[in-house]
C-alpha cells in the first residue's frame, strides 16, 4: 500500500523560497514538484508560485542542476 503525499501551501512556499534564493532547481525538488502537481489539489496560490518557478527557469534565473 502507498502512503499519499499531502501537499501544504508551506511546503510549496518553502521549497520555491529555497530554489529562488539558491538559483538552483535539484532532481529532487522537480520529483516534489511533479507529485505536488500529480496530486490535483494545490490550491491557486500554490500554483502561482509554481509558475513563477517556471518562469525563472524559462528566464535563467533558476538553473536546473542534477
Known amino acids: 500500500m502507498q502512503s499519499q503525499l499531502y501537499w501544504h ?3 510549496i512556499e518553502a521549497l520555491s523560497g529555497q530554489i529562488m534564493v539558491s ?9 516534489q514538484i511533479r ?5 490535483d489539489s ?5 500554483q ?7 518562469y525563472g527557469v524559462r528566464h535563467g534565473l533558476v538553473k536546473i542542476v542534477d
Do not use: F
Open 48 to 54: 502561482v508560485i509554481i509558475n513563477r518557478l517556471l
Open 42 to 46: 494545490l490550491s491557486e496560490a500554490d
Open 23 to 31: 538559483g538552483r532547481m535539484t532532481l529532487a525538488d522537480r520529483y
Open 9 to 11: 501551501s508551506a511546503t
Open 35 to 39: 507529485s505536488a502537481l500529480l496530486n
